[in-house]
């Protein structure tokens, strides 16, 4: 906890709950509003985009789709070879953080327990066409919060699956070629080093082709223009920031000089974009689509990457990403109707395929590119979205 989450925590539990009302223009009753309609909308419309229904029982029954077939070990594979090899810029690993509780990144199990363990019994149901947490039931975000609070104390059982060889075997199964890997600085006391553990285990499994080691610092810590210079000294160009978990305004002044250097040194900000909807509701107020338009406008030589293209706030973040040449969108997460729409309306022009592997398995986010993109018109929007965009920002670094 920093000293910005640990005022928080503390006014919280004060009885004078209106002084922590955020001022109208950072949340306001009418963001509130927009985000119960966002739901209701989704309810609504699902299932009637061009692209009819997509439900499934588990990742598994994605092998209905015709790119797709079970292994002889009931492993999901990608087996069209036309599917171009991709570039995922959405991952992570297993996290042991806090008390750092043993986890071996290089360790090899038989089956991946994602945070949306879809495959296990009973398996649940995948609906393609919701914000991919809207397919977490009341249960499974019950599990899932027991599996975060689990990474901090006594070690997780799905974290332990999460390793750096089986993020490899599901890439490999699923066509995809390198992925971005994000860690997130939490700002704890202590016991607070994804950035330097992940890329350990990169390291001493020699994977760092395929896998690209980003970075993450505490825009709130002691020195974070320090972290920054010296994780960039290192060869990481892709810093992850978000403002939700962190609790930081991508507005605030005081964030502006890290865009500066990183502008500078040629590090790309990967920002979680919008409100998830599952978070605390205390922190919603950080992730409104208008907080992002300073950085993207004040410098428009810095890359931005505004993932889940925004979450449950998609459609202000559109907006922002057509108007700034520096926004491209991480696409993990929309479903079928949002894509199709993205897909209209920038040509797929810096939309960036990600999967959050591992909430969710690779084929998952695989199976909505190949679905929306299933037509002689979009065979190159689907290269653009899988691969060419991501090789095109990687050009900035
Ligand atoms: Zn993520």
Same mark, same amino acid.
């Given at each position: 906890?920093?000293?910005?989450?640990?005022?928080?925590?503390?006014?919280?539990?004060?009885?004078?709950?209106?002084?922590?009302?955020?001022?109208?223009?950072?949340? =306001?009753?009418?963001?509130?509003?927009? &985000?119960?309609?966002?739901?209701?909308?989704?309810?609504?419309?699902?299932?009637?985009?061009?692209?009819?229904?997509?439900?499934?029982?588990?990742?598994?029954?994605?092998?209905?789709?015709?790119?797709?077939?079970? =292994?002889?070990?009931? @492993?999901?594979?990608?087996?069209?070879?036309?599917?171009?090899?991709?570039?995922?810029? !959405?991952?992570?690993?297993?996290?042991?953080?806090?008390?750092?509780?043993?986890?071996?990144?290089?360790?090899?199990?038989?089956?991946?327990?994602?945070?949306?363990?879809?495959?296990?019994?009973?398996?649940?149901?995948?609906?393609?066409?919701?914000?991919?947490?809207?397919?977490?039931?009341?249960?499974?975000?019950?599990?899932?919060?027991?599996?975060?609070?689990?990474?901090?104390?006594?070690?997780?059982?799905?974290?332990?699956?999460?390793?750096?060889?089986?993020?490899?075997?599901?890439?490999?199964?699923?066509?995809?070629?390198?992925?971005?890997?994000?860690?997130?600085?939490?700002?704890?006391?202590?016991?607070?080093?994804?950035?330097?553990?992940?890329?350990?285990?990169?390291?001493? /499994?020699?994977?760092?082709?395929?896998?690209?080691?980003?970075?993450?610092?505490?825009?709130?810590?002691?020195?974070?223009?320090?972290?920054?210079?010296?994780?960039?000294?290192?060869?990481?160009?892709?810093?992850?920031? @978000?403002?939700?978990?962190?609790?930081?305004?991508?507005?605030?002044?005081?964030?502006?000089?890290?865009?500066?250097?990183?502008?500078?040194?040629?590090?790309?900000?990967?920002?979680?974009?919008?409100?998830?909807?599952?978070?605390?509701?205390?922190? !919603?107020?950080?992730?409104?689509?208008?907080?992002?338009? /300073?950085? &993207?406008?004040?410098?428009?030589?810095?890359?931005?990457?505004?993932?889940?293209?925004?979450?449950?706030?998609?459609?202000?973040?559109?907006?922002?990403?057509?108007?700034?040449? =520096?926004?491209?969108?991480?696409? !993990?997460?929309?479903?079928?109707?949002?894509?199709?729409?993205?897909?209209?309306?920038?040509?797929?022009?810096?939309?960036?395929?990600?999967?959050?592997?591992?909430?969710?398995?690779?084929?998952?986010?695989?199976?909505?590119?190949?679905? /929306?993109?299933?037509?002689?018109?979009?065979?190159?929007?689907?290269?653009?979205?899988?691969?060419?965009?991501?090789?095109?920002?990687?050009?900035?670094?």
């Amino acid at each position: 906890m920093n000293r910005r989450q640990f005022i928080a925590a503390l006014a919280a539990t004060s009885a004078a709950g209106c002084s922590q009302d955020p001022p109208p223009d950072r949340y =306001n009753q009418a963001d509130v509003a927009a &985000l119960a309609a966002q739901r209701e909308t989704e309810r609504n419309r699902n299932g009637l985009s061009p692209f009819g229904v997509h439900r499934y029982q588990g990742y598994r029954e994605l092998a209905q789709l015709p790119w797709f077939e079970l =292994n002889s070990e009931g @492993h999901l594979i990608c087996v069209d070879q036309s599917v171009p090899k991709s570039i995922d810029v !959405h991952a992570h690993l297993g996290m042991s953080v806090l008390f750092k509780p043993k986890l071996d990144l290089l360790a090899s199990h038989k089956r991946v327990k994602h945070l949306l363990d879809c495959d296990g019994t009973p398996a649940c149901e995948l609906d393609l066409d919701t914000y991919a947490n809207g397919n977490f039931s009341e249960d499974a975000l019950k599990v899932l919060q027991g599996e975060i609070r689990a990474q901090g104390l006594w070690g997780s059982e799905f974290a332990a699956t999460q390793t750096v060889p089986n993020l490899l075997r599901e890439m490999d199964a699923m066509r995809v070629d390198q992925a971005i890997l994000l860690p997130i600085k939490l700002g704890l006391w202590f016991g607070d080093e994804l950035t330097e553990d992940w890329r350990k285990a990169v390291s001493e /499994a020699g994977e760092e082709r395929r896998l690209l080691s980003g970075f993450s610092i505490d825009p709130d810590g002691e020195d974070p223009l320090f972290e920054l210079d010296f994780h960039a000294a290192t060869g990481a160009r892709v810093m992850k920031l @978000h403002p939700t978990v962190q609790r930081f305004y991508p507005d605030d002044p005081a964030v502006m000089e890290l865009y500066e250097l990183a502008q500078d040194l040629g590090v790309i900000i990967f920002f979680h974009g919008g409100r998830a909807g599952i978070e605390p509701e205390s922190s !919603h107020r950080y992730a409104m689509p208008r907080h992002y338009e /300073a950085a &993207l406008a004040n410098f428009p030589q810095l890359q931005f990457i505004l993932g889940h293209a925004g979450a449950r706030d998609f459609e202000g973040m559109l907006t922002l990403a057509q108007k700034y040449q =520096n926004a491209w969108l991480g696409i !993990h997460g929309q479903g079928l109707t949002n894509l199709d729409k993205m897909i209209a309306q920038t040509g797929g022009e810096r939309l960036l395929f990600g999967t959050d592997w591992p909430f969710y398995h690779i084929g998952m986010s695989l199976a909505k590119v190949l679905i /929306a993109t299933d037509s002689a018109a979009r065979a190159s929007i689907r290269e653009k979205i899988l691969r060419r965009n991501a090789e095109q920002l990687l050009t900035f670094i």
